[in-house]
């Protein structure tokens, strides 16, 4: 599932190529998350002005309105001059005068939402209870402490809830907890005030890494302009389990924590 260093590899992979194309076409494939929410003929015409990152929504900025796209479990897009037509797994696709951009998504979690401004209801439904920005000047060590003291839930599913701080998903969660030595099953509201500002600093390092490595690659995630992540090549416990951990040779274990896997190591999270 693409997480915030996968979802900004992107923008940055065509933001400063579809900045000011004009929308010739739209072309719709089976049906996503949540629906267009526009006539696609409305959009012809229209001019890209760039495209801004919040969470894991990309906000591409019209002359009129914005479409909000997220890439779901499966998404990814890609934007080129010249494309093969679309398969069965293309499901939005707009034309431009700079090349086409397209969203191929196989599970379909992903969406294309257009709206009127950033505080229309459909926007804010999606935007509005975001946590703050985990690489921004808010993301910040005594807040985050004073916010983790008020979750009794296990500090991982606090961090993939992603009211707190956005856009850490279940790789850069577990990366972050290990990072930090602290065990994904430990109640948020018992982190210390050390190392919930140790878990801080480990969540911007590993973000930052992650996003110099192009993300991480698990199964089908390529930026835009087709380009693999790198990151998932140096995990230390993420889908590692049974393997020695890097640091002290302990094996990784495994557990579940909501839907998801949880990796972790026995002897360098004990916290
Ligand atoms: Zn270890």
New binding site residues.
């Given amino acids: 599932m693409p997480e915030l260093p996968e979802v900004e590899v992107t923008r940055l992979s065509f933001a400063d190529r579809i900045a000011g194309a004009r929308i010739g076409s739209v072309r719709l494939g089976k049906p996503l998350r949540w629906p267009l929410g526009i006539e696609p003929a409305a959009l012809q015409g229209r001019t890209v002005r760039g495209v801004r990152r919040r969470g894991k929504y990309l906000l591409l900025d019209l002359d009129h309105g914005l479409l909000l796209i997220h890439l779901g479990m499966s998404g990814s897009l890609v934007f080129a001059a010249a494309l093969p037509e679309p398969g069965a797994h293309d499901h939005f696709e707009l034309g431009t005068s700079r090349g086409l951009l397209r969203l191929r998504d196989p599970r379909r979690f992903g969406a294309v939402v257009w709206a009127e401004a950033e505080s229309d209801p459909v926007a804010h439904k999606l935007l509005g209870r975001l946590g703050v920005e985990p690489l921004g000047p808010d993301f910040d060590p005594l807040a985050f402490w004073q916010a983790l003291r008020t979750r009794h839930a296990p500090i991982k599913s606090v961090l993939l809830a992603g009211q707190i701080v956005v856009g850490v998903g279940n790789i850069y969660a577990s990366e972050a907890l290990f990072a930090a030595g602290i065990r994904p099953t430990l109640s948020a509201a018992h982190l210390s005030r050390a190392r919930a500002e140790r878990l801080h600093g480990a969540i911007r390092e590993v973000l930052a890494r992650a996003l110099a490595k192009g993300g991480s690659t698990l199964r089908d995630f390529s930026s835009a302009d087709g380009q693999n992540g790198h990151f998932q090549l140096e995990a230390m416990v993420y889908d590692r389990a049974g393997q020695p ?6 094996t ?1 274990l495994t557990l579940r924590q909501g839907q998801r896997s949880t990796y972790y ?5 004990t916290a």
């Fill in positions: 951990c890097r640091d002290c040779g302990t990784i190591c026995p002897r360098c999270q």
